[in-house]
């Protein structure tokens, strides 16, 4: 097994939103802000090359949408998917899996793409299988208002009408353990309903796609919870358990939203589990 991070632009988002109750004061230190209040956000996904499996976790927003629509988002970078990929001598036809975590645009986006004469949207992996999971498939494409700007049809419908939508078996707990894409997953809930968030065992140690369980090394802490998460206080439940067993087992956490941090350690401290080492992925995994 081979694990390659793969970056696909980065954005910025308001830095209060991405805080929820916690004063600017406290958050600017890890996440600085610029003039507009905004923070700088990575879509940092992850390909695992696995035999003649090739997966792709998350896909980014893609480049479908209006100008208007990134103008929101002040895209910036060079990063692109394809660009990314080929670094390492791939190209999205060769991947088998796109497994999304959820389908919040900022994830699924770069799933889905326009076609050749610009009349409609088709899959942007041909030969992939999507994975989601049932209950979140309800979830996002029949959206609750308060998700409805994050839950795009455009993103949605075509991996259905192409028939390479596939759905992830929901566990009787927490934790699927066999699941038919070679890792362990644990689904969660306060952020939005049943997203997904991988543990692979790689080179000896276990490596968890974050996901927005935890967007940046500044959301540590129990109170720093985004304002974006449909149940807050079950976000700060969930986060506590992961935390403390990320601590007891030593997980290395690949953070997909940290624009300045690829992975990272965590430890007890005097005020609680906080950041332990930080890394670039190579670092650690050669």
């Not at 990575?42 to 209006?66: F, H, P, V, W, Y």
């Not at 490596?207 to 449909?230: E, K, N, Q, S």
């Amino acid at each position: 097994m081979k694990i390659y991070p793969i970056n696909t632009g980065n954005f910025k988002l308001d830095g209060g939103a991405m805080f929820g109750v916690v004063p600017k004061s406290l958050w600017n230190k890890t996440n600085p802000a610029d003039d507009n209040n905004m923070i700088s956000m990575a879509l940092r996904c992850m390909l695992i090359e696995d035999g003649k499996r090739l997966t792709l976790i998350d896909t980014g927003m893609g480049n479908k949408q209006s100008e208007k629509f990134f103008g929101f988002y002040d895209m910036y970078g060079d990063d692109t998917l394809d660009l990314s990929l080929a670094k390492y001598g791939f190209h999205r036809d060769d991947i088998t899996d796109v497994f999304l975590t959820h389908l919040h645009f900022d994830h699924c986006g770069g799933s889905i793409q326009w076609n050749k004469e610009r009349t409609g949207y088709e899959p942007a992996f041909k030969n992939a299988k999507f994975w989601t999971n049932k209950d979140h498939w309800q979830w996002a494409t029949v959206p609750n208002p308060r998700e409805k700007a994050s839950f795009l049809p455009e993103n949605t419908q075509p991996m259905q009408s192409s028939g390479q939508l596939n759905f992830i078996d929901l566990p009787n707990k927490e934790y699927n353990t066999n699941s038919k894409l070679g890792f362990d997953i644990l689904f969660v809930n306060g952020h939005t309903d049943k997203m997904m968030i991988p543990h692979i065992q790689y080179q000896g140690k276990t490596l968890v796609y974050m996901a927005d369980l935890l967007p940046t090394t500044g959301h540590i802490p129990l109170p720093y919870v985004m304002g974006y998460d449909t149940r807050p206080l079950l976000t700060m439940d969930e986060k506590a358990k992961f935390l403390q067993k990320a601590v007891d087992e030593n997980y290395y956490l690949f953070l997909e939203h940290d624009a300045y941090t690829e992975v990272c350690t965590l430890q007890n401290t005097e005020k609680g589990i906080r950041l332990g080492e930080k890394f670039n992925f190579y670092e650690i995994f050669k």
